[in-house]
């Protein structure tokens, strides 16, 4: 039985002929370039940190260094292998979220805008860019095809090293909440969040951006299946019809699908396979920092010390493979690749910042509205951009999706209202 999975695995990887058997434009890829070698060669190098460095935590708890370590590199090991003491009671944290009695009802429209659009402008453009860089050429000319850039890590790279700057500068210009946590324990969600995000830009060169975008809405499936087995959680009727209704609306747009262009790559078993390898990635690294806030952390600081991970296992994975320096000299070749990566970087950043603020200032069912609203209006901008085709049955099981999106926000407030507990809402840090 493993057998027949492996080989499944491995025809997954290989190249997939054209509808009606023609023969695909380009010749077929060496297989050191196939999408699962490279997630092995990319595992292999974040085990290459990750192993040593858990081997020697569990060597330091061991010993007791707590209680027997001195010398100069003791404050340093402490915090990353022990952590600090959980702050004091009259230490002050971050206030929580409160509206000033002399706040207008103008003022607060004027914020609700300005975060709306921060949050639609970053990711609207961030989707876009995403899909030009893992999609299309770069120097093409009349004479010659040009050139794509390939190597998803390399992106992902440039993402966190932004994020991580803009963190480490609002720690440093804003009071944060006493650090609690050991630092190694952000390696974790740090390591599934690359991985998450490797599997999101690799899935682009086998999916279409919005069959990618709907499997991120339907995440809250298997995010219910897993509660269900494993934490044996129990669920309002209301879960189980807008989950059905997740389901009908994604089945409808993924079997009326029209045909994609030539220059567009077409769903494969491949880009579900990662689109699978995105959602578990991707659920585990919100459990984790769900976890990890019980240091009364803030979410800026999850963001730095995340990200400062993701920089390390990248760097490194990259410097083993000798690909960091091939990225580099992709960016010298092709400047509007720069400035794409660049811009890439700066929305993915700027946008992590607006999702602080929003539910910072509205709550978290506001910013679920417009991200939810936002993943709209990036199908229909990647339709238009780009010249994916939707049918009518598709388009209709699009508007089925979202309106049990927002049909589960409209029961979560219902629900908050009448003083019951609600469904918990899905960790916001690290989303890109």
């Given at each position: 039985?493993?057998?027949?999975w492996w080989?499944?695995?491995?025809?997954a990887?290989l190249p997939?002929?054209?509808?009606?058997?023609e023969?695909?434009?380009?010749?077929?890829?060496?297989?050191?370039?196939?999408?699962f070698f490279?997630?092995?060669?990319n595992?292999a190098?974040?085990a290459s940190?990750?192993?040593?460095g858990?081997?020697?935590v569990?060597?330091?708890?061991?010993?007791?260094?707590?209680?027997t370590?001195?010398g100069?590199?003791?404050?340093l090991?402490k915090?990353?292998?022990?952590?600090?003491?959980?702050?004091a009671p009259?230490?002050?944290?971050?206030?929580p979220?409160?509206?000033?009695?002399?706040?207008?009802?103008?003022?607060?429209?004027?914020?609700?805008?300005?975060?709306?659009?921060?949050?639609?402008?970053?990711?609207?453009?961030?989707?876009?860019?995403?899909?030009?860089?893992?999609?299309?050429?770069?120097?093409?000319?009349?004479?010659?095809?040009?050139?794509?850039?390939?190597?998803?890590?390399f992106l992902?790279?440039?993402?966190?090293?932004?994020?991580?700057?803009v963190?480490?500068?609002y720690?440093?210009?804003?009071?944060?909440?006493?650090h609690g946590?050991?630092?190694?324990?952000?390696?974790?969600?740090?390591?599934?969040?690359?991985?998450?995000?490797?599997?999101?830009?690799?899935a682009?060169k086998?999916?279409?951006?919005?069959?990618?975008v709907l499997?991120?809405?339907?995440?809250?499936i298997?995010?219910?299946l897993m509660g269900?087995?494993?934490?044996?959680?129990s669920y309002?009727?209301?879960?189980y019809?807008?989950?059905?209704?997740?389901?009908?609306g994604?089945s409808m747009?993924?079997?009326?699908s029209?045909p994609?262009?030539?220059?567009?790559?077409?769903?494969?078993?491949s880009g579900?396979?990662l689109?699978?390898?995105?959602?578990?990635?991707?659920?585990f690294t919100?459990?984790?920092?769900?976890a990890?806030?019980?240091?009364?952390?803030?979410?800026?600081?999850?963001?730095?010390?995340?990200?400062f991970?993701?920089?390390?296992?990248?760097?490194?994975?990259l410097?083993e493979?000798?690909?960091?320096?091939?990225?580099?000299?992709f960016?010298?070749?092709?400047s509007?690749?720069a400035?794409?990566?660049?811009?890439?970087s700066?929305?993915?950043?700027?946008?992590?910042?607006?999702?602080?603020?929003?539910?910072?200032q509205?709550g978290?069912?506001v910013?679920?509205?417009?991200?939810?609203?936002r993943?709209?209006?990036?199908?229909?901008l990647s339709?238009?951009l780009?010249?994916?085709?939707?049918?009518?049955?598709?388009?209709?099981?699009?508007?089925?999706v979202?309106?049990?999106?927002?049909?589960?926000?409209?029961?979560?407030?219902?629900?908050?209202?009448?003083g019951?507990?609600a469904?918990p809402?899905e960790?916001?840090?690290?989303?890109?």
């Open positions: 039985m493993d057998t027949r080989a499944v695995v491995v025809l990887t997939f002929r054209g509808a009606g058997g023969a695909p434009e380009a010749p077929p890829e060496p297989w050191t370039q196939l999408w490279r997630f092995l060669v595992a190098g974040y940190f990750m192993v040593p858990y081997l020697l569990q060597y330091l708890r061991r010993r007791n260094y707590l209680e370590g001195r100069l590199c003791f404050p090991v915090a990353c292998v022990f952590g600090n003491e959980p702050k009259d230490e002050p944290g971050l206030a979220r409160t509206e000033s009695a002399e706040t207008t009802p103008t003022w607060q429209a004027l914020k609700l805008l300005f975060c709306a659009a921060g949050l639609q402008v970053s990711y609207l453009t961030w989707g876009v860019l995403q899909e030009r860089v893992m999609t299309r050429s770069y120097g093409a000319t009349a004479t010659t095809p040009g050139e794509r850039f390939t190597d998803s890590q992902v790279l440039m993402n966190r090293v932004l994020a991580l700057m963190a480490g500068l720690c440093a210009l804003c009071k944060q909440p006493r946590a050991p630092m190694y324990q952000y390696s974790f969600a740090s390591l599934t969040n690359v991985l998450s995000s490797w599997c999101q830009y690799e682009l086998f999916v279409s951006f919005p069959t990618q499997a991120k809405a339907s995440k809250v298997p995010v219910m269900k087995l494993v934490s044996r959680r309002e009727h209301w879960e019809f807008t989950a059905g209704l997740i389901s009908v994604v747009f993924l079997l009326s029209g994609e262009p030539r220059s567009s790559p077409a769903t494969t078993l579900l396979i689109l699978t390898g995105y959602i578990a990635f991707d659920s919100s459990n984790w920092q769900d990890l806030f019980a240091y009364k952390m803030s979410s800026v600081q999850m963001m730095f010390g995340v990200n991970f993701s920089c390390l296992f990248t760097v490194g994975s410097l493979q000798g690909a960091l320096l091939e990225g580099t000299r960016m010298g070749r092709h509007e690749f400035a794409h990566a660049l811009l890439l700066v929305c993915s950043a700027c946008g992590q910042l607006f999702i602080f603020y929003t539910i910072g509205f978290a069912a910013f679920t509205i417009i991200m939810t609203l993943q709209a209006f990036a199908i229909l339709c238009l780009y010249g994916h085709t939707v049918t009518v049955v598709g388009g209709l099981g699009v508007a089925v979202f309106a049990a999106l927002l049909l589960r926000v409209y029961a979560r407030g219902r629900l908050k209202q009448r019951k507990k469904v809402v960790s916001t840090v690290q989303k890109v």
